[in-house]
């Protein structure tokens, strides 16, 4: 299994109170407040939107792996799964108007899957934000309880 | 879905800071003429879980993560973070504070600012 590792930026509780509007900050000026998770993006892209690597989670159980995103104000018909051999890809594209002009968000992950995922029963849920995958484990990766005769 | 707002201003922040780390989470700021509208992006809180507040001049808004991973899942790689969320606004417009108003969806919290009648645009005929 190949999972690249995200460093997760922690922010300080103690950063000061930003106010809610600034005057040297027009509207579109404050979007980039996204790249605090992606501060290099912004320096590489000013006011652009760049395709963003989503942050993911992965667990197992005795039958499942589970994978977690959190993809907030998505609706489902925004977000496309899709399983490609062993490769999953979850891209999520939401299109927001503004006063007077429209911008995208677009976010995506590719994850290689372990061995003996039952491919064909993969569901998929969200939940206040929050995609929750479920690979069921094929029958032969179920882990079995060998008893002593 | 819109849930009533109360002022809490009994509650000292202080004391909680210190018990509790939070995440900042990302927000927009939408401006209109009759009221400002604030999106708070929390994944994984429930509206139910969340708290809005206003003391004097500062809008709190704090979520608490309400997604509990089951315990019978192991971690097997783990990159987001379980900390509940926190966005503090300083309120430099004025804002009728009773009428502050809040809806949540989808992991998004709106809080609608409504502009204090004396802020409002107005124009004045030349007589």
């Given amino acids: ?149 | 879905m819109t849930t009533e707002l109360q002022r809490k201003e009994q509650q000292n922040p202080a004391t909680r800071e210190e018990q509790e780390r939070f995440r900042k989470p990302y927000y927009e700021v939408e401006e209109h003429a009759d009221a400002h509208h604030v999106f708070v992006y929390m994944p994984g809180v429930d509206k139910k879980a969340t708290e809005i507040s206003v003391d004097h001049d500062i809008l709190t808004i704090i979520g608490h993560r309400t997604d509990r991973t089951p315990e019978t899942w192991r971690p097997i790689h783990r990159e987001l973070s379980d900390r509940n969320f926190r966005l503090q606004l300083r309120l430099n417009v004025a804002i009728d504070e009773n009428k502050i108003a809040a809806k949540a969806d989808a992991g998004v919290v709106t809080v609608t600012l409504p502009v204090a009648e004396e802020a409002k645009p107005r124009s004045i005929p030349v007589s």
């Fill in chain 1, 1 to 149: 299994m190949k999972l690249v590792r995200y460093e997760y930026p922690e922010t300080s509780w103690k950063s000061d109170f930003e106010d809610l509007f600034n005057s040297t900050l027009s509207g579109f000026d404050r979007w980039p407040k996204l790249f605090e998770r992606w501060p290099h993006l912004l320096e590489e892209m000013p006011g652009m939107m760049p395709e963003m690597q989503l942050a993911a989670d992965m667990y197992d159980d005795d039958n499942n792996y589970y994978i977690k995103m959190e993809l907030p104000g998505f609706k489902k018909e925004e977000i496309n799964i899709e399983l490609e051999n062993t490769v999953l890809n979850v891209k999520a594209e939401r299109k927001k108007k503004m006063d007077n002009s429209e911008r995208s968000m677009f976010f995506t992950r590719s994850l290689s899957l372990p061995e003996g995922v039952a491919s064909d029963k993969i569901s998929a849920k969200t939940d206040n934000g929050v995609l929750t995958i479920t690979l069921p484990k094929t029958e032969q990766r179920k882990a079995k309880t060998i008893t002593i005769s």
